[in-house]
């Protein structure tokens, strides 16, 4: 089957969770059947669209990976053709040149309006003989008898009888061409076979059909998806948070996490849960795309972004975290710190569902000396403690080397002084890391060595 499809933004802002879900849906279904994903920006509306959106949206695209197989097409650059095939559509009798005021127009939606009936103009009767003082919008002639039937990929067969539908402008009064008109045209020319839109745009896919038969051109099948919904049932906005898919990024969410998210948003293979960008495009052929608005669950996305973090490479993840770090702050990360990391890896991955909650954590591997103490742990670094850590520090010098040797050895040497690990265990960690919840004391001492440990002992309690 010979597969094209597109992603249309406008651009009027970043792009946003329902944008890159449609992106990816036309991703995955175009590289399933092995065709092309094409781009398309759609900035007719000179008012409302800017550079800087375009640009966020190729930004945040390029960050999913879901770039466009081809140079993205500027729907503005079109315009001449736009204006060929509504010159087309008029000489025809498709479409007909409507020369009514605003006033008249309103004073005719509202006569319609009362009847129940949509918009038609007087103009639409070859024999109306009207004022053409005004400079004429162009309008399609919307056939009254029969239904428009569609065979949605997702709502199934979809019917409207075209009485319901507007004669709907074309062209403006100023020349340019409405979204409309523009839409088909530039599907029609980029050869597009496929549409998956969110499914606020149902309604349009009706009267555009109207416009395809009026050109005589094959409408490309339609996947009206269902829209996302927050997690209060209602449609997703800025009121549910971050809708922005660069802030996922800048909150340290990997794009693999994203897509594996988006990808479930609203369609399923099975019972499977995580998956590439690949693997998903191996299963995505249209089906199991539900008919019910997903919801969007930011711990369900963390979670999967936790499952990505996990099966970093540790190399990666190392380098990422130096990344990180070295643009959050100045400081020289220690160059004993990828060792440290080594001995660490297991608990600290367990405990991190993002690189930033990864990195945040883990300060006191990253930079040599005494950690910054939490204020609530800053009560156990006591006078007394401090004895005992640094009676501690001493005994680090005889003891032997194999960590199951040392921890016998600590283990006798507290309960000869009639302590327990804890006493010892928690100002220490304290003094290691500068919090009280760190991972097995035996595993940091192991992790930071002892001098390193003998080091923040004594700055800690001098
Ligand atoms: N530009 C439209 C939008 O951003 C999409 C048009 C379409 O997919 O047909 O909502």
Redo the contacts with the bound molecule.
């Keep these: 089957m010979k597969v094209i499809t597109r992603f249309?933004?406008?651009p009027t802002g970043y792009l946003h969770v329902g944008g890159a879900r449609t992106a990816l849906f036309n991703y995955l279904f175009a590289k399933h059947y092995g065709g092309r994903y094409l781009l398309r920006i759609?900035d007719t509306d000179k008012q409302r669209s800017t550079d800087k959106a375009v640009e966020a949206i190729f930004e945040g695209l390029h960050w999913l990976g879901l770039n466009g197989d081809e140079p993205a097409v500027y729907q503005s650059r079109q315009i001449d053709r736009h204006r060929q095939i509504a010159t087309k559509l008029s000489s025809s009798g498709y479409a007909y040149y409507c020369y009514l005021s605003q006033e008249e127009t309103k004073i005719y939606r509202e006569k319609y309006k009362q009847e129940g009936k949509p918009f038609r103009s007087p103009w639409r009767n070859p024999d109306y003989d009207g004022d053409k003082n005004q400079k004429p919008v162009l309008r399609l002639r919307m056939p009254v008898d029969n239904d428009t039937i569609i065979k949605d990929l997702v709502q199934g067969e979809v019917k409207i009888a075209n009485e319901q539908l507007d004669d709907l402008i074309l062209m403006r009064s100023d020349g340019t061409p409405t979204y409309m008109l523009a839409?088909v045209v530039d599907d029609h020319d980029m050869g597009i076979t496929h549409?998956i839109?969110g499914d606020d745009?149902l309604n349009n896919a009706f009267r555009q059909t109207k416009i395809y038969d009026a050109l005589h051109w094959q409408p490309p099948i339609f996947a009206h998806i269902p829209l996302i919904h927050g997690a209060d049932g209602n449609k997703l906005s800025k009121r549910h948070g971050a809708i922005s898919v660069d802030a996922y990024k800048d909150m340290g969410f990997y794009s693999e996490a994203m897509n594996n998210y988006l990808a479930r948003l609203g369609w399923s293979h099975g019972n499977d849960e995580y998956f590439s960008l690949k693997q998903a495009s191996l299963w995505f052929d249209g089906t199991s795309i539900g008919r019910s608005p997903a919801r969007f669950d930011i711990q369900k996305l963390v979670s999967i972004n936790a499952y990505w973090l996990k099966n970093q490479s540790p190399k990666n993840l190392k380098n990422q975290i130096k990344t990180h770090n070295q643009q959050k702050k100045g400081k020289q990360i220690s160059s004993e710190f990828e060792k440290r990391l080594d001995k660490l890896f297991q608990h600290l991955l367990e405990r991190a569902s993002t690189i930033t909650e990864l990195s945040s954590q883990i300060d006191y591997l990253l930079y040599d000396g005494a950690p910054k103490i939490e204020p609530e742990a800053k009560e156990f670094i006591t006078k007394e403690s401090c004895t005992l850590l640094e009676s501690f520090s001493y005994i680090l010098d005889e003891t032997p080397l194999t960590p199951e040797l040392f921890q016998n050895f600590v283990n006798n040497w507290l309960s000869e002084q009639g302590l327990k690990m804890k006493d010892l265990g928690i100002p220490l960690r304290i003094a290691l890391t500068g919090s009280k919840s760190a991972p097995s004391i035996f595993d940091l001492i192991q992790s930071l060595g002892f001098d390193e440990v003998k080091l923040r002992i004594d700055q800690i309690c001098n």
Excluded: G, T
């Design positions: 249309a933004p406008s759609e839409v549409i839109r745009h």
